[in-house]
């Protein structure tokens, strides 16, 4: 089996830290997303990876050859962003030889077995039930439980099950021919070559595929979102610093994730707090947020912030989205 990551994205939601780091690798409860999600594939058995780069895709190749290097990993340039179906057509070639494949997009953290996931037996689809399908791609079932039929964002949803990013395919001929056929055809769905148009032709020809329902996933693309996930990993076991050291005249208010090499005096800092190494905070209150590596605070009241790596903030009392080498003096 082979995993597949789309990380071509240019993460306009998150600017203004995606002009200089992927979102892929913003750090939520002590690491970058994409690690949660290469961990949890390697637990599963998963060794060979795909992964679709684009915008600042020699960052994420650089990180994952240094962090993970246990993997098998290819790469693949995506020159122009038309959906996701296009995403793993770019990657055809890489996909010929495998006899399954997992397609996990690579902004997302996910709340599901993966061990499972892995093994099912007949092709499957990461679903959850909302309360609003129309802004996700939506399958239906049939009678006997099986996908029926998959529809990206429809107007009038005739299911509330959301397709979550979770993908496993183990008909690749099947799947190859049918993002051949879309895009050589020209296909388009919201203007773009969609993945639930592929896997709807492959229905249509006869190719079975399971829903595996998901107890939940979050789409780390917003400012909220990613602070929401942040604060949910800290509280749950594993995810939050234990034995944190002592620093002059501060207090910790647990759950926190402090990297290493951190200088912090006179602050209070937590709850639901990641701070990425060698960062320097001073006469500061810091809750709700995540503080990037090598970010200097100081005499500020921070909450509900994301400030990126190398930023610089003195004076001030409010939430902000700092992107990475800012600097704000309001003094």
Same mark, same amino acid.
């Not at 594993?238 to 200088?263: L, W």
């Not at 809750?287 to 590596?293: E, F, N, P, T």
């Given at each position: 089996?082979?995993?597949?990551?789309?990380?071509?994205?240019?993460?306009?939601?998150?600017?203004?830290?995606?002009?200089?780091?992927?979102?892929?690798? @913003?750090?939520?409860?002590?690491?970058?997303?994409?690690?949660?999600?290469?961990? $949890?594939?390697?637990? *599963?058995?998963?060794?060979? #990876?795909?992964?679709?780069?684009?915008?600042?895709?020699? !960052?994420?190749?650089?990180?994952?050859?240094?962090?993970?290097?246990?993997?098998?990993?290819?790469?693949?340039?995506?020159?122009?962003?038309?959906?996701?179906?296009?995403?793993?057509?770019?990657?055809?070639?890489?996909? !010929?030889?495998?006899? $399954?494949?997992?397609?996990? =997009?690579?902004?997302?953290?996910?709340?599901?077995?993966?061990?499972?996931?892995?093994? $099912?037996?007949?092709?499957?689809?990461?679903?959850?039930?909302?309360?609003?399908?129309?802004?996700?791609?939506?399958?239906?079932?049939?009678?006997?439980?099986?996908?029926?039929?998959?529809?990206?964002?429809?107007?009038?949803?005739?299911?509330?099950? *959301?397709?979550?990013?979770?993908?496993?395919?183990?008909?690749?001929?099947?799947?190859?021919?049918? =993002?051949?056929?879309?895009?050589?055809?020209?296909?388009?769905?919201?203007?773009?070559?969609?993945?639930?148009?592929?896997?709807?032709?492959?229905?249509?020809?006869?190719?079975? #595929?399971?829903?595996?329902?998901?107890?939940?996933? #979050?789409?780390?693309?917003?400012?909220?979102?990613?602070?929401?996930?942040?604060?949910? =990993?800290?509280?749950?076991?594993?995810?939050?610093?234990?034995?944190?050291?002592?620093?002059?005249?501060?207090?910790?208010?647990?759950?926190?994730?402090?990297?290493?090499?951190?200088?912090?005096?006179?602050?209070?800092?937590?709850?639901?707090?990641? @701070?990425?190494?060698?960062?320097?905070?001073?006469?500061?209150?810091?809750?709700?947020?995540?503080?990037?590596?090598?970010?200097?605070?100081?005499?500020?009241?921070?909450?509900?912030?994301?400030?990126?790596?190398?930023?610089?903030?003195?004076?001030?009392?409010?939430?902000?989205?700092?992107?990475?080498?800012?600097?704000?003096? #309001?003094?």
């Amino acid at each position: 089996m082979k995993a597949l990551i789309p990380v071509a994205g240019a993460g306009t939601h998150l600017r203004p830290h995606t002009y200089t780091q992927p979102k892929p690798l @913003i750090p939520v409860a002590g690491k970058p997303i994409i690690s949660y999600i290469i961990d $949890e594939l390697v637990a *599963a058995g998963v060794k060979d #990876f795909v992964f679709v780069i684009g915008h600042l895709g020699e !960052k994420i190749r650089d990180y994952v050859q240094a962090k993970h290097p246990e993997i098998r990993q290819e790469y693949v340039h995506q020159n122009s962003r038309q959906g996701l179906g296009h995403a793993v057509w770019t990657a055809r070639e890489e996909l !010929k030889t495998a006899d $399954e494949v997992f397609i996990v =997009l690579g902004d997302t953290i996910f709340d599901v077995d993966f061990e499972m996931m892995v093994n $099912e037996t007949v092709s499957c689809l990461g679903v959850k039930k909302v309360e609003d399908p129309r802004n996700f791609g939506v399958a239906e079932l049939n009678a006997e439980g099986m996908v029926s039929r998959v529809i990206e964002k429809p107007r009038i949803p005739k299911s509330n099950l *959301a397709l979550v990013g979770l993908y496993k395919c183990r008909e690749i001929p099947q799947l190859l021919d049918a =993002l051949d056929y879309i895009v050589k055809n020209e296909i388009k769905t919201l203007d773009e070559y969609q993945l639930t148009d592929a896997i709807m032709r492959m229905i249509e020809q006869g190719v079975p #595929f399971k829903p595996c329902t998901v107890k939940n996933w #979050f789409d780390c693309g917003q400012k909220d979102v990613l602070l929401e996930t942040n604060a949910m =990993l800290l509280k749950r076991s594993g995810f939050a610093s234990q034995d944190t050291p002592f620093y002059e005249n501060t207090i910790i208010i647990h759950p926190v994730n402090i990297g290493k090499g951190c200088r912090i005096t006179n602050s209070i800092i937590g709850p639901s707090v990641t @701070i990425g190494e060698n960062a320097k905070i001073d006469y500061s209150v810091v809750k709700d947020s995540i503080i990037g590596s090598y970010a200097s605070i100081e005499e500020v009241v921070l909450h509900h912030s994301v400030v990126g790596s190398d930023a610089s903030i003195k004076g001030l009392s409010q939430s902000l989205n700092i992107g990475d080498n800012t600097e704000i003096d #309001f003094s």
